[in-house]
């Protein structure tokens, strides 16, 4: 693709423009090899969420998202568009396809828009339902953005807060979405999209001061939590963000799961604020499953017990919840009483005790944030 | 053929600390370029099958291997490493290349399995390099022993302090007191005192690995000192507070004994109901070494 973008460019660079026959001379061979690259490289000039050739394309085909048709006319035989809410949708490279057009591309702060566009107006929203298809579309979007800003060699403020957001939006996803169905939602290939955007959001970060830095940092951290590269990039941080309060707790978090320390593990996570429960949630299971096995070897004593009650404390999951993951594990569970065993301890069905059924904190709070302002990150 | 190789990687770093200077092109492009570079030569020699064995080419696979190394480590890729060390384990002219050779190779076999946290092969690849490095090369055997001294500590055996005075490394000298004594308030504050070394040469992670021998070696003392069985979980957490670890509980108490159990490094059982540890009447602290 990225052939074809240089070329195009070039092409683009002579149209229309006489002069450059001239400076075929001299001049143009002293330019250095920088200011030629500087030139090649594509510059969005197209000022709307989505390209108006795309728009036009879409419509006739009937290639709208339900989320774009012009209220009234979804159930027309060819929807319209509504021009104030299509969004460039994603499009794979292909050889022959000219993706570098100036008129199809969108400048970082356009794109900017689009994603507010979307987080606010689509995401939030709570018209839009089932919220499998919000996600789909958005996720979509803003790989379309993301696709936009690798183009241009988009770098700066508006495309670190477009990072921002996506990777706000992706981790609030992974939680809301954990759990349903493969067709609607694949945690693999949002895991794929989330490790790209956080590691080019890190990579950003290197260069200037950035006002959420640490919070991302630590974000990161806490969503590959055991990673020894992800905490050798942590430990290495200026000593200035590696003192603030957010990635000081994703430290001592991931301390503990070096350390093997579950219940301390588990006691840490009740601090975390809501994107950071999103973030971590994923290790949270298997997490719970080491504590059992380990008390049931530590504990391992036939004439032994342990209180439920206390044991689902540390689990931080409620009574009979905490029961069943027992269960599942091979640990025998009988009225108020635990007895840990080590050799009755298995992995085998622990499969079946979905992640989701674990989402709901203990004390019964509301997660009552409203995704947008979660998303945004101003809680 | 070595001369160039060699001077090729020099090359690749320094045009990568130009770059870097620079700020301009990936981390690590240059070195990686150099790297294909040097795998088609390996190729070359790996695939001499047919001249007799004085004049193979494959004399030259280790030297090769050793530059590969270096810059697989550079650039953080040690996955990298894997078919490389594979093709030497199979060869069977491992033992007959130069002791320089081999040394530099076992030096970075060690690191390796350090980092995949297999600590017996490392011990061993490490020990090999340090005891065959030449007398001489003072530096090099001070890089070795840099990553020698955690896996060794790891498996229950210190340094002692005339060792780590003579090669420079003092930075271990107050970690290895605070792991033997079971002292976990030394054993965080020197880690944090020398942090910026450990950190840049990678070891911070698994010196917070002897934490758990560090709690091992202070509950093996709790033990001696109350001599019964049947410990009360109650004089752990004292023995805790004493250390100056405030925000540890009965629950974390319970927790790192269970772990230490399950480690193998307690023999024994937790009784909640009875608030005790019980351990066995024989040898309930087996020694470090046969454990891990």
């Known amino acids: 693709m990225n052939n074809t973008g240089m070329s195009n460019a070039w092409h683009h660079s002579r149209r229309g423009r006489g002069h450059r026959h001239k400076e075929q001379g001299r001049p143009n061979r002293e330019r250095t090899v920088e200011q030629k690259a500087e030139d090649s490289v ?20 009937n290639r709208l998202h339900r989320f774009e048709m012009l209220a ?21 490279p292909a050889a022959g396809k000219d993706s570098t057009r100036a008129t199809d591309l969108r400048p970082p702060s356009v794109l900017l828009k689009t994603v507010c566009y979307l987080v606010d107006d689509i995401a939030a929203s709570s018209t839009f339902q089932p919220w499998t298809e919000v996600y789909s579309f958005v996720s979509d979007r803003l790989r379309s953005v993301r696709q936009d800003m690798i183009i241009q060699r988009a770098s700066g403020p508006d495309c670190v807060a477009v990072l921002e957001k996506s990777v ?21 290939i949002n895991d794929t999209h989330l490790q790209e955007s956080l590691s080019w959001l890190l990579e950003s970060y290197r260069d200037g001061k950035h006002r959420h830095q640490e919070e991302f940092q630590a974000l990161s951290l806490l969503y590959n939590l055991g990673s020894t590269h992800a905490l050798q990039h942590v430990l290495e941080l200026p000593e200035r963000i590696r003192s603030s309060p957010a ?54 004593s036939r004439n032994c017990r342990y209180p439920l009650q206390r044991l689902a404390r540390l689990l931080s999951l409620k009574d009979p919840l905490a029961a069943e ?6 640990v025998n569970v009988s009225g108020e009483w635990v007895s840990f065993s080590k050799s009755s301890f298995s992995e085998a069905a622990s499969g079946d005790l979905q992640c989701r059924r674990t989402h709901e904190p203990v004390d019964d709070e509301q997660w009552n944030c409203p995704a947008g302002s979660v998303i945004h990150g101003c809680a | 053929m070595f001369a160039v190789t060699l001077d090729l990687r020099i090359f690749a770093n320094n045009a990568e600390q130009q770059l870097q200077v620079k700020g301009k092109g990936n981390v690590g492009h240059m070195l990686e370029k150099a790297a294909d570079q040097l795998m088609s030569c390996f190729r070359v020699c790996a695939n001499d099958n047919r001249t007799g064995i004085d004049d193979s080419k494959r004399w030259g696979m280790l030297f090769l291997i050793n530059q590969l190394f270096k810059i697989y480590f550079k650039i953080n890729k040690l ?28 030096y970075y076999v060690g690191r390796k399995a350090m980092f995949d946290s297999d600590f017996k092969p490392a011990e061993e690849c490490l020990s090999f390099s340090f005891t065959h490095c030449h007398r001489s090369c003072q530096r090099n055997k001070r890089l070795i022993l840099i990553y020698l001294l955690p ?35 030394l054993l965080n504050e020197a880690l944090v005192k020398h942090e910026t070394f450990f950190i840049r040469c990678g070891i911070f992670l698994i010196l917070e690995k002897l934490k758990i021998i560090t709690y091992r070696n202070l509950f093996k003392k709790v033990y001696h ?21 405030e925000d540890v509980d009965i629950d974390e108490v319970q927790c790192i004994l269970a772990n230490l159990i399950y480690m193998g490094h307690i023999k024994g059982y937790i009784s909640h109901q009875h608030q005790k540890l019980v351990v066995s009447k024989q040898n309930p602290f087996p020694p470090l070494s046969s454990v891990s």
């Open chain 1, 42 to 61: 594509p510059r969005g000039a197209c000022m709307t969420m989505c390209p108006a050739n795309e728009l036009r394309q879409r419509e006739a085909q």
């Open chain 1, 72 to 92: 009234g006319t979804e159930r027309d035989r060819l929807p319209s568009a509504d021009v104030s809410r299509a969004v460039k949708e994603y499009s794979r």
């Open chain 1, 168 to 188: 706000r939006f992706l981790l609030y996803a992974s939680y809301r979405l954990c759990g349903q169905p493969l067709q609607y939602y694949d945690p693999r």
């Open chain 1, 247 to 300: 990635v000081q707790l994703a430290l001592a978090v991931s301390r503990a799961h070096s350390e093997r320390n579950p219940v301390r593990l588990l006691r840490l996570a009740q601090k975390l604020d809501f994107i950071q429960v999103c973030a971590v949630h994923r290790h949270l299971l298997p997490c719970r499953r080491d504590l059992l096995l380990l008390y049931s070897h530590g504990h391992s």
């Open chain 1, 325 to 330: 993951l027992c269960r599942v594990c091979g």
């Open chain 2, 79 to 106: 996955h990298l490493c894997k078919p490389l060390i594979r093709a030497i384990e199979s060869s069977s002219m491992k033992d007959e290349y130069t002791t320089a050779q081999r040394v530099t190779y076992r």
């Open chain 2, 151 to 185: 896996v060794k500590m790891l498996l229950g055996h210190m340094p002692s302090h005339q060792l780590l005075k003579k090669y420079d490394l003092m930075q271990f000298a107050d970690v290895t007191k605070a792991v033997r004594e079971g002292n976990l308030l």
């Open chain 2, 225 to 245: 000192l109350l001599r019964t069985h049947q410990l009360p979980l109650d004089a752990f957490l004292v023995s805790l507070r004493m250390m100056k670890v």
